[in-house]
């Protein structure tokens, strides 16, 4: 931060970050009229009877219920289980894109933002067309005589995944191509120059400078996977039951609306827990990253 | 003279034209169905009224009327509701008792009447099948649907206990008449779920929507599904190479009630009175193939021959079906559910 000498200057630096903050009000607003406000209703609502007596209740009996936890690892499951699969396609797309020609990269990325235009029902209703037992991919498997029998694709974990993985990975890549863009194209020179091989810039030059566009892309396909609702619930065929399709249910077929409050803070924590996670995670390689340059 | 004949002139065009027509909302699940009801149903019976009569539609009616009335906000004055959802409702005290002095509390036998919410039409939970994969040699009860050896093939059930349990004792050996008393034991309704945790392995979809179903059977996707009638008979009738039987079918009803402190409550109960007459309900099987809880409904040929057959409560097909107790879902719901869940979950 710099110290102006002059208190005239310091004043008006002052009003002029008064005025500025004064500027977020509107959106502060709204952030608590549409976000703060139905949460500490959810939050009052879960310590209600149905009866509207307050209660610990609803807490014991969502918390005891083997139901709750085998949907919180199901949800744990897909959003790890996205998370890694974006990482693993999306950060080599990512390279190519930043490292292509601007022709080149501006018309991958047309395909890359395609299916982000596109309806998250329509995309997952198309899947079902590719993947479900009659379908494109299952024809073209048998009929070419790769399987025998059509491959179980969709109505499971895989469909589900596949649904995800489709639907975060241009959200996830978007971040972690701004990064590699931003890197500054002399230190590959450079590092190519001292001889090292290609895998060796990329693991010791491209990827430790992309670590933060990587992070803020894996928390954002945490924050978007951990609430999925749609695409567990189409091909999923009711046997993925994240909490999401657990708060439904408890909704739509106890209308417990106590129950599904308590399902609906645990999924807050569980973001929460994973925030600070990550926090602590970049942190922790802030550190490692200074510690290295010092030795 | 000319006095008498202007204010009488201006008298009949008042009443034909009322200021103020009265105005009544009514929530429906939508869709085909919903159209069904609108086509049918309450526009005649609105016409014949002269009321204004406006539509909501809600693919989850029991949430939908427990928001509105806990909520204090109510807008709709007659909802759409499976029977066991609208015991549900009574129990939970969200809807307004039925004016038996306004509706016949004598057309609908005295098994389906309800205080709460007016039954008008009846559908099956029915086996339905591809006749591709089995042609002319189909499962013919729910003990053969169980049997995987002689009836190899994908099944899809719905995820959800209401009706599975009770065809799941039926194919156990149960009879139609001691499915409810026997679910009422501890052990019965263990006995349900273990039946269902049996054909679990062969379940490849679990589906959620009436919909979903016919989708499932018109792709391919599974061989013997069971869903409504009324969807099984849609896919048939489009062509799709599907069957289905009543034997051995839970058969449902749906209900018309009105909501705690529904703010054209008189006007409410007179519309379902007029939009449940027998010529109503039997034109109502024009458009879906459910059928008329009302008896009187299937006299006087309202309903023709040939459809009668696709009926659930057509008086050919009654006999080896079970008809679904709300109030044992009222009282059992949530337990038989949370033991499905569970079920679900190994």
Not at chain 1, 149 to 173: A, D, S
Not at chain 2, 85 to 94: D, H, K, R
Not at chain 2, 138 to 165: H, S, Y
């Amino acid at each position: 931060m710099t110290v102006l000498a002059d208190p005239a200057l310091a004043a008006d630096a002052r009003r002029e970050r008064r005025f500025f903050l004064s500027l977020s009000l509107p959106a502060l607003f709204i952030v608590g009229l549409a976000a703060i406000l139905p949460i500490l209703w959810i939050i009052r609502q879960s310590f209600l009877t149905t009866g509207g007596e307050y209660t610990v209740g609803n807490y014991e009996k969502v918390l005891s219920s083997g139901l709750t936890w085998s949907a919180l690892v199901t949800t744990v499951e897909l959003s790890f289980g996205t998370l890694a699969f974006c990482i693993l396609l999306g950060t080599p797309l990512a390279l190519a894109l930043a490292s292509a020609r601007p022709r080149v990269a501006n018309l991958l990325m047309a395909f890359v933002m395609l299916p982000l235009w596109t309806s998250i029902l329509v995309r997952t209703y198309g899947w079902l067309v590719l993947l479900r037992r009659e379908g494109l991919i299952n024809a073209a498997l048998t009929g070419s005589g790769l399987t025998a029998e059509p491959l179980p694709l969709v109505y499971n974990f895989t469909g589900t995944l596949i649904g995800m993985v489709h639907y975060m990975l241009p959200l996830f890549l978007l971040p972690v191509y701004a990064a590699m863009r931003d890197i500054d194209a002399n230190l590959v020179r450079a590092s190519a120059s001292m001889g090292a091989t290609l895998g060796q810039t990329i693991r010791t030059v491209i990827l430790p400078l992309s670590t933060g566009g990587i992070f803020s892309g894996s928390l954002i396909v945490f924050i978007y996977t951990i609430g999925f609702f749609i695409t567990p619930a189409v091909l999923g065929g009711g046997k993925v039951n994240p909490l999401s399709i657990r708060i439904e249910r408890t909704l739509s077929t106890f209308q417990d609306w106590g129950s599904a409050s308590v399902l609906g803070i645990l999924l807050l924590v569980l973001m929460a827990l994973i925030g600070v996670m990550f926090l602590a995670a970049r942190r922790l390689m802030a550190r490692n990253k200074f510690g290295t340059a010092h030795a | 003279m000319s006095w008498l004949r202007i204010s009488l002139t201006a008298f009949a065009i008042s009443a034909a034209l009322p200021v103020h027509a009265q105005t009544v909302t009514i929530t429906t699940a939508g869709g085909d169905y919903g159209n069904a009801i609108k086509e049918a149903m309450w526009g005649p019976a609105a016409k014949e009224l002269g009321y204004d009569v406006r539509e909501e539609t809600q693919s989850d009616g029991l949430a939908a009327l427990k928001m509105q009335v806990t909520a204090g906000a109510v807008t709709t004055d007659i909802i759409h509701l499976g029977s066991p959802e609208g015991a549900q409702a009574a129990a939970q005290s969200l809807l307004e008792p039925l004016d038996y002095k306004i509706i016949d509390p004598n057309s609908v036998p005295a098994g389906a009447k309800s205080d709460y919410c007016y039954p008008f039409d009846s559908y099956g939970t029915v086996m339905s099948w591809s006749t591709k994969t089995y042609g002319q040699n189909p499962p013919k009860t729910w003990a053969e649907f169980w049997d995987v050896a002689k009836f190899p093939g994908r099944r899809a059930l719905r995820a959800n206990a209401q009706d599975l349990i009770e065809i799941a004792l039926l194919s156990d050996g149960v009879a139609p008449a001691d499915v409810y008393p026997t679910l009422s034991t501890p052990e019965g309704l263990t006995r349900a779920i273990k039946r269902l945790e049996a054909i679990k392995p062969n379940v490849s979809v679990w589906w959620t929507s009436g919909a979903q179903s016919a989708q499932l059977l018109k792709d391919g996707e599974a061989d013997l599904v069971v869903t409504w009638n009324g969807r099984a008979q849609t896919v048939k009738a489009d062509g799709g190479t599907v069957d289905y039987t009543f034997k051995g079918s839970v058969i449902g009803t749906d209900c018309l009630a009105v909501p705690k402190g529904a703010p054209n409550k008189e006007a409410a109960m007179k519309l379902i009175a007029a939009m449940t007459q027998p010529a109503r309900v039997a034109k109502l099987t024009d458009f879906i193939a459910y059928g008329p809880v009302n008896p009187a409904g299937y006299e006087g040929g309202l309903i023709p021959e040939d459809r009668l057959k696709t009926l659930a409560t057509a008086p050919e097909n009654a006999g080896t079906s079970v008809f679904s107790n709300a109030d044992w879902w009222v009282k059992n719901g949530e337990a038989a559910q949370k033991a499905f869940d569970e079920m679900m979950n190994r």
